[in-house]
């Protein structure tokens, strides 16, 4: 495990970049998959990682929470040297509830994570709709727990979630996400 944070190019204000990548439900999923919603919560995650795992019920709990937003979770770890992040572990974890989110994303080229550039799982990226675009409000930590074993006090993401649904800026700072790094494969 190799612990990062989160460092992206992608500012407030930026577009989403688009992407097209496949669902554990057997479904493509898109920027337009989303135009329903008010909100867009991405967070480039994984199946193995203690920090992303620690961060399942939270994003459970966002996508249950919240009917104006969705909460869809991107494994970039399509590396082979990390077998419990591959498709069929993901479809596993769906099927079991321990993953709930609004779409669980399999980034297999790894180029949509780059795109973003997610360093880290759980690496969250809220973005509020405006007409046919998908603009970044907010980019950072879930909570104030950075440390698996530890509890939240601060909830960053349900707060940016509110602010963006409420059309209101989003107040609380940027703060770099914590989590192991994505496996790159070209890191190998």
């Known amino acids: 495990m190799v612990l990062k944070e989160s460092d992206s190019e992608l500012e407030r204000g930026d577009n989403a970049p688009a992407f097209e990548l496949a669902g554990v439900d057997g479904e493509t999923y898109s ?11 991405v967070v480039f995650t994984c199946n193995h990682c203690p920090y992303a795992k620690a961060k399942f019920d939270v994003l459970n709990e966002l996508a249950a929470e919240f009917d104006e937003a969705a909460v869809v979770g991107i494994n970039p770890n399509a590396n082979p040297e990390y077998p419990d992040d591959d498709f069929e572990s993901m479809v596993e974890l769906v099927e ?7 779409a669980y994303l ?3 080229t790894q180029d949509v994570a780059r795109a973003y550039g997610a ?8 973005f509020r709709r405006d007409g046919d675009e998908w603009i970044l409000a907010y980019h950072g930590r879930l909570d104030d ?4 074993e530890s509890e939240p006090t601060a909830f960053y993401a349900r ?4 602010s963006v649904l409420a059309g209101e800026p989003v107040e609380c700072d940027d703060l770099p996400a914590r989590g192991c790094s994505i496996k790159w494969v070209d890191d190998e």
């Open 31 to 41: 920027l337009e998959s989303f135009a329903d919603n008010d909100a867009l919560l």
């Open 96 to 102: 079991e509830d321990t993953i709930d989110y609004d």
């Open 106 to 108: 399999y980034d297999e």
């Open 119 to 126: 360093v880290c799982t759980p690496d969250p990226f809220l």
């Open 145 to 148: 727990a950075l440390d698996p």
């Open 159 to 162: 707060e940016a979630i509110q």
